[in-house]
């Protein structure tokens, strides 16, 4: 599966809803370990999810507007930044959550349960402390995330699992936004249990951090 057959069918919400076949998910799986794009945009959906899960955990009156038509300055101001708006997330937790419901009441027995990520933050060498990951039971993939701790910034990047001196996994990284971590999703098979080393390398090679921590898995 290359991108553009993956953005065709809608694989990365499909993946987290659950609706493709198994050996659909084995392709998009292979697929998005090597595709920055995908892997983001799967990891940004499956946070999402999880905070809607929140949201409508929480009781509370839905509020209603009374306040008269903005000006069309201000409209356009709003337009401009509402990525940033503070209601946004819990609006778009909704929404992701009424589409889990709809698929859900539908009649896809056929199809795996629809995906939810743990995450799971790392911190380089020098803060000296055991980072222990411990993903949980039944989950199919997890995500470690970490600040941009360098200050040289690359088009791209690697991030290469050691054991024992050995790379076990590897995977393409796309640049963060300023002021953002960098998210790495990982399936639950690609590493097994032991102490690791992640390595961020930026073009070319050139090494930027280390991360070392214990995987452990139930």
Same mark, same amino acid.
């Given at each position: 599966m290359d991108h553009s057959e993956a953005v065709q069918m809608g694989a990365v919400e499909r993946y987290v809803l659950g609706d493709l076949s198994v050996s659909e998910v084995e392709e998009f799986e292979r697929h998005f370990f090597d595709c920055p794009q995908c892997s983001e945009e799967l990891g940004a959906l499956a946070m999402l999810q999880d905070n809607a899960r929140v949201v409508l955990a929480e009781p509370g009156p839905v509020p209603i507007a009374t306040s008269?038509? +903005?000006?069309? /300055?201000?409209?356009? &101001?709003? =337009?401009?930044?509402?990525?940033?708006?503070?209601?946004?997330?819990? $609006?778009?937790?909704?929404?992701?959550?009424?589409?889990?419901?709809?698929?859900?009441?539908?009649?896809?027995?056929?199809?795996?349960?629809?995906?939810?990520? +743990?995450?799971? /933050?790392?911190?380089? &060498?020098? =803060?000296?402390?055991?980072?222990?990951?411990?993903?949980?039971?039944? $989950?199919?993939?997890?995500?470690?995330?970490?600040?941009?701790?360098?200050?040289?910034?690359?088009?791209?990047?690697?991030?290469?699992?050691?054991?024992?001196?050995?790379?076990?996994?590897?995977?393409?990284?796309a640049p963060p936004a300023p002021g953002q971590a960098i998210h790495i999703l990982i399936p639950l098979h690609a590493l097994s249990s032991g102490r690791y080393v992640l390595v961020i390398s930026g073009s070319g090679g050139v090494e930027v951090a280390r991360y070392p921590f214990t995987l452990r898995i139930e």
């Amino acid at each position: 599966m290359d991108h553009s057959e993956a953005v065709q069918m809608g694989a990365v919400e499909r993946y987290v809803l659950g609706d493709l076949s198994v050996s659909e998910v084995e392709e998009f799986e292979r697929h998005f370990f090597d595709c920055p794009q995908c892997s983001e945009e799967l990891g940004a959906l499956a946070m999402l999810q999880d905070n809607a899960r929140v949201v409508l955990a929480e009781p509370g009156p839905v509020p209603i507007a009374t306040s008269a038509p +903005a000006k069309e /300055p201000e409209k356009r &101001a709003r =337009r401009a930044s509402w990525w940033n708006f503070p209601v946004l997330v819990p $609006a778009l937790a909704m929404l992701v959550v009424a589409v889990f419901a709809g698929f859900e009441a539908g009649e896809r027995h056929f199809a795996p349960s629809p995906q939810s990520v +743990a995450e799971f /933050p790392l911190y380089a &060498a020098a =803060r000296g402390e055991e980072t222990v990951i411990a993903p949980p039971s039944g $989950a199919r993939f997890y995500t470690l995330y970490l600040d941009k701790t360098w200050d040289r910034d690359f088009p791209s990047y690697r991030a290469a699992f050691v054991a024992s001196g050995s790379e076990k996994f590897s995977t393409t990284l796309a640049p963060p936004a300023p002021g953002q971590a960098i998210h790495i999703l990982i399936p639950l098979h690609a590493l097994s249990s032991g102490r690791y080393v992640l390595v961020i390398s930026g073009s070319g090679g050139v090494e930027v951090a280390r991360y070392p921590f214990t995987l452990r898995i139930e």
